[in-house]
């Protein structure tokens, strides 16, 4: 069965510590995508990446980190330097980032629930 | 820069009535536009997307929506609302040019949440 996998689906952090969320694909996607959701705020861009071994800022990277080492596995680190971490994230994938052979869209992860105690 | 509006954070409707979400775009190049549905605690869904080949689209679970470019609009219906149509729906525009690399990011809109009364 393809698709993506996110890991854990709640995860429990304490003020201070880096954490580490976990995002898999098996759809041999070239591209990945992290989001943040927050209530009345929608889905805002953390990361993406269009390939192995690159990675760009979206529009709210401040105190997040992420690896592209593995055309199937995109990690995102939060670390302490995020101000309010609590949030639900979601990682997305789709086919290809060349813009000629865009005929696809973003495919979506069932997401993780992180809370900062 | 290209953006979307999504008019109402929250939308009623009864069962069997008629569902309209709106959205509006801003785009300085022909957009790609899409609408995602999200249920509680899990990831968004694709139901259906506009690529410029036709304007009316037709996407799963009997939504469809049309592309209105004199109207800057991309508003999402059906016909019949059913208790399980009940969830948080987002509208989501390229952000840039198809003719750009990264074409596949999205801007993604607020949300509106449907709730459905029996």
């Known amino acids: 069965d393809g698709g993506i996998t996110q890991s854990p689906k709640y995860l429990f952090r304490k003020e201070g510590q880096n954490v580490t969320l976990s995002c898999e694909q098996n759809?041999?996607?070239?591209?990945m995508y992290w989001y943040r959701q927050d209530p009345g705020q929608g889905l805002r861009l953390i990361y993406y990446?269009?390939?192995?071994?690159?990675?760009q800022k979206g529009d709210i990277a401040e105190g997040y980190s992420v690896s592209r080492e593995k055309k199937e596995s995109f990690p995102l680190t939060v670390t302490s330097a995020q101000k309010n971490p609590t949030a639900f994230y979601l990682c997305?994938?789709?086919?290809?980032?060349?813009?000629?052979?865009?005929?696809?869209?973003?495919?979506f992860g069932p997401g993780t629930r992180l809370t900062v105690l | 820069a290209q953006s979307v509006t999504q008019l109402g954070s929250h939308v009623s409707v009864s069962e069997g009535a008629l569902v309209l979400l709106r959205c509006n775009y801003s785009?300085?190049?022909?957009?790609?536009l899409f609408w995602y549905v999200q249920y509680p605690n899990q990831g968004l869904q694709l139901l259906l997307k506009?690529?410029?080949?036709?304007?009316l689209v037709k996407g799963i679970n009997g939504f469809e929506a049309e592309f209105k470019k004199s109207e800057t609009s991309f508003h999402l219906t059906k016909p019949s609302a059913h208790m399980s149509d009940a969830a948080e729906y987002f509208c989501a525009v390229t952000r840039y040019s198809t003719h750009q690399t990264g074409a596949n990011n999205l801007f993604f809109g607020t949300g509106t949440r449907l709730t459905v009364i029996p």
């Open positions: 785009s300085s190049v022909p957009p790609y």
């Open positions: 990446s269009q390939i192995v071994n690159d990675f």
């Open positions: 506009y690529t410029s080949a036709a304007t």
């Open positions: 759809l041999n996607h070239d591209a």
């Open positions: 997305a994938s789709s086919i290809s980032w060349l813009a000629l052979t865009f005929t696809d869209t973003q495919y």
